[in-house]
Structure formats: structure tokens, C-alpha cells
């Protein structure tokens, strides 16, 4: 028995010395030459936030398995940080964090030997979330979106500020894979907004928007240049020259200030004849009349006053109610444009956007009843006229930026023409003055706000 299974040894030694001597290429395991093939073509992509897949190619059919070793940043090496079965090509490592740079090296091996290693770098990033949209919902109320780049985040954070205040840097935190936010009892006109995801500690960059809230019955004019005065030459000479003026945005009543909202902050209603009703425009006030009512909403509504009552000069600053200046009230009632020129407040045709002499039957009448211009604003030819912001002076004819009229004067502007006046005295370029002691049954006034 011996004996034979020593000559099958012989037998099998002579077959491998035969073999190798007829073929250079095989080499015995037993040999000290011999060398497991190692993988090759190493890949590695981040699939996560916390997680990146390395794939390779297996060269060999005889290993027992692959050996993993990490580092992160300038940590030292993991030399065994994963052990995988033969024959894999592929791993997913799912504890990395972002914004790390992770260094891999991947090997073959037996139970007596080890291949070369394989090595490669990757760097992870955090996508930042992008196109942060905001949108008014309501009076008090907006929507916020945007899209999610990342897979993996925990969450996102909101951070936000309103006007000059400080920013409050987690004002509210959304969970993972979310893409929109509605942010509600909003109080005031301006608002900005900074997202970012987060993972664990580690953040990423913010994006950033902000939103004009527009409050209900009001019109934001965007900024603009236009030409001021009698571009028609229709007018008269306190309507000259024309000149170029740039403003900043704004926002403005799309009605004349009414009856009932004028009685509901002061609790007096001036208007007796000529139109009375909660929705017909307030007249018989005076230009103090006007501010102060701008004041007391402002002090009511939780916003700034513009006024200062013992000089009544107007802080333009302020987030309260104030009349607009004259260029404002010009540029609002052209609709923000020069193109179209139109020669009343939103048309060429009088009778389709204003209450005047030919069409009132001598009165005034609802506001909001006619067409409104292209920006969405009621009356500003007809109905009654407005009380502007500046003293009455004469124009210049050097181009202007944000011109808030004469320092001093006899007379305050008001604009637009009323109920009781001809076609001419309608047209957008009208001026006209009068103490700020004065009222009349023809003058009310809109309101304006500023965009800080």
C-alpha cells in the first residue's frame, strides 16, 4: 500500500517537472518565484453624501479574497480596514463623511500570499442644494424651493433675516431629500433667505435669495429710467423740461386710498358729498392729513412712521407708509415705462381708465372701477387727485437719481387731475400745487412704501 501511493507521488512530481520543462509560462505555487495577479483598474465614485463605490478588476482565479486599506485626510492608513470574498470587483464603503479626501488601496490574496496593491484617491464633496425660488403666497405668507443635489444629507437648514436685522442663522430645519419650505406671519417687506444641507456636523455652502412680500393692494414698481415732464407737448411750462430720471424699486397703492380705510385708522371719514361710501376715495384732507394717517397705519401695522412731526420732513429709510415723491407717482402712473408714451395713466382713451368731467356725472366714484395701467394701478388719472411727497419747485434739466423735490417751499405736489376736470388736466406730465393746509372735494392721496 505503501508502496503505491509512493509511486503516485513519483508519478505526479515527473508529470509537473515534464509539464514545466514543455511550458515556460507555469510557474508552481510551490515556487518561490510565484506571484498572485493583482486587481486592476481601480475606480472610485461618490454615489452619497456618506458613501463612494470602489470597482476593480479581478485578474486572478485562485485568490481567497480582496483586503481594503483606507485613509482619510492625513490620518494614518487602515491597513485592514474591509476583507471581501474571491471573485468580487465592487464595494461600497458607507462610512466616509464630505468634504474629506479618502485614499484607498485594494489587494488579492491567498492563505500564503498577497498581491501588489492597487491605489487610488477620491475626493467628496458636499453639493450644495441650487435654485432657490421664492415665491408670495399670500398677504403674510411665501413659498420657498429649491433642488436637492445631494443623496445622503441629513437635512437642510433656513436660515433668514427681515430688513436691517440681524440674520437668524437655524431659523428652521426641513429633513432629508425636501424641496420646499412655506414660511408664514411674515410682518414686514423684505426678506432674505440662506439654504444649506447638513450631515452630521459637516454643512454645505449656503444659497441665498431674498423677496419683496408685497403687501394686498399695493404694486411693486421696479426700478427704472425714464423721461419726466411733457414728452407730448400737450402740457405747459411748469411741465419743462423734460428730463431723464432713475429710481429705485418701490411700491405703491394700486387704489387711492378709500373712505372706509381711511375711517379705519383715523376713525373720522372728511368726505360729506361728491361720492361718500366706504369704497370711494377719501378727499377734503390736507397734505398733513395725509401723512399723519401715513404715520398712525405705519405705528398700527408694526412699521417704522416716515414722518417727523415737528419738521415734517419724510426718512425715505423708514419701512412705513409715506406719499410717493412726484417722479415716483409720474413713473408709477406711465406704468414704469417711457415705451409706450401714453398720454394718461395706462392709455391713449381717457374714458377706459378714468373718471373725469365728460363721464363722472359729477361725482367720484368707486375706486378700482376703470382699467387699470400696466402695472396693475387703479385712478391715477381722474377720480380725485393725489397728494405727492415733495414742495412744488421747477424742474431742471439734468438727469436725476432718486429726486425727492425742493427742500423747502409755499405749495406740496399733487398729480393726476379728479373727477371734475377736462382731458388735459388727466395726463400723466399734469402738475399742480397747493398749501399743505389746503383740501378740496377733488384731492385725496395713495400711498407708498420703501424698499430698503
Known amino acids: 500500500m505503501l508502496k503505491r501511493f ?46 463612494c463605490r470602489l470597482t476593480w478588476q479581478d485578474n486572478s482565479q485562485s485568490e481567497t479574497g480582496f483586503r481594503i486599506a483606507r485613509k482619510k485626510d492625513n490620518d494614518a492608513w487602515d491597513e485592514d480596514y474591509a476583507s471581501l470574498a474571491k471573485d468580487m470587483e465592487e464595494y461600497i464603503d458607507e462610512e466616509v ?37 421664492i415665491t408670495q403666497e399670500t398677504v403674510s405668507s411665501v413659498r420657498l424651493t429649491w433642488e436637492d443635489n445631494s443623496m445622503g444629507e441629513e437635512g437642510f437648514k433656513i436660515s433668514r433675516k427681515k430688513d436691517n436685522e440681524d440674520w437668524i442663522e437655524e431659523y428652521d430645519l426641513v429633513g432629508e431629500n425636501i ?26 455652502v449656503y444659497i441665498e435669495n ?19 415732464g411733457d414728452t407730448r407737448g400737450l402740457g405747459s411750462s411748469n411741465e419743462l423740461p423734460t428730463h431723464q430720471v432713475t429710481l429705485s424699486s418701490f411700491l405703491i397703492g394700486k387704489y387711492e386710498v378709500t373712505q372706509g380705510i381711511y375711517q379705519g385708522v383715523t376713525g373720522t371719514n372728511p368726505a ?43 426718512d425715505f429709510s423708514a419701512n412705513g407708509y409715506r406719499l410717493p415723491t412726484e417722479a415716483e407717482w409720474e413713473f408709477a402712473a406711465r406704468g414704469g415705462t417711457s415705451n409706450p408714451d401714453y398720454l394718461y395713466s395706462g392709455s391713449d382713451d381717457l374714458n377706459s381708465v378714468a373718471w373725469y368731467n365728460s363721464n363722472s356725472g359729477s361725482t367720484t366714484h368707486n375706486v378700482g372701477t376703470k382699467t387699470p395701467n400696466s ?65 378740496g372735494y377733488n384731492i385725496g392721496f395713495r400711498l407708498a412704501r420703501s424698499l430698503n
Open 6 to 51: 509512493t509511486n503516485l507521488i513519483i508519478l505526479i512530481l515527473t508529470a509537473l517537472i515534464i509539464y514545466s520543462c514543455d511550458n515556460d509560462d507555469f510557474v508552481s505555487p510551490y515556487d518561490p518565484s510565484y506571484s498572485l495577479p493583482a486587481p486592476t483598474n481601480l475606480v472610485i465614485e461618490q454615489i452619497a453624501v456618506n458613501q
Open 97 to 133: 463623511l464630505p468634504n474629506s479626501i479618502y485614499r484607498y488601496k485594494v489587494a488579492a490574496f491567498t492563505n500564503d500570499y498577497v498581491s501588489s496593491k492597487i491605489e487610488e484617491s477620491v475626493s467628496l464633496n458636499f453639493p450644495a442644494p441650487s435654485n432657490l425660488q
Open 179 to 204: 424641496g420646499e419650505y412655506v414660511d408664514s406671519s411674515l410682518e414686514t417687506i423684505c426678506y432674505y433667505y440662506r439654504i444649506k444641507a447638513f450631515y452630521q456636523e459637516i454643512e454645505s
Open 210 to 228: 431674498e423677496v419683496d412680500l408685497i403687501p394686498e393692494d399695493f404694486v411693486l414698481v421696479p426700478a427704472g429710467t425714464f423721461i419726466m
Open 272 to 314: 360729506s358729498n361728491y361720492g361718500k361710501g366706504s369704497n370711494y376715495p377719501v378727499c377734503y384732507v390736507t397734505w398733513y392729513d395725509a401723512v399723519q394717517y401715513c404715520n398712525a397705519r405705519s405705528i398700527e401695522e408694526g412699521l417704522t412712521p416716515c414722518y417727523n412731526t415737528t419738521n415734517w420732513s419724510c
Open 375 to 439: 402695472l396693475g394701478i387703479y385712478d391715477m388719472s381722474g377720480n380725485v387727485w393725489e397728494w405727492c411727497n415733495d414742495w412744488y419747485g421747477d424742474y431742471s434739466s439734468s438727469a436725476q437719481s432718486d429726486p425727492v423735490g425742493p427742500e423747502s417751499g409755499t405749495g406740496r405736489v399733487y398729480r393726476g387731475g379728479s373727477w371734475i376736470n377736462i382731458t388735459s388736466f388727466c395726463r400723466v406730465a399734469i402738475r399742480n400745487s397747493s398749501s399743505p393746509t389746503s383740501s
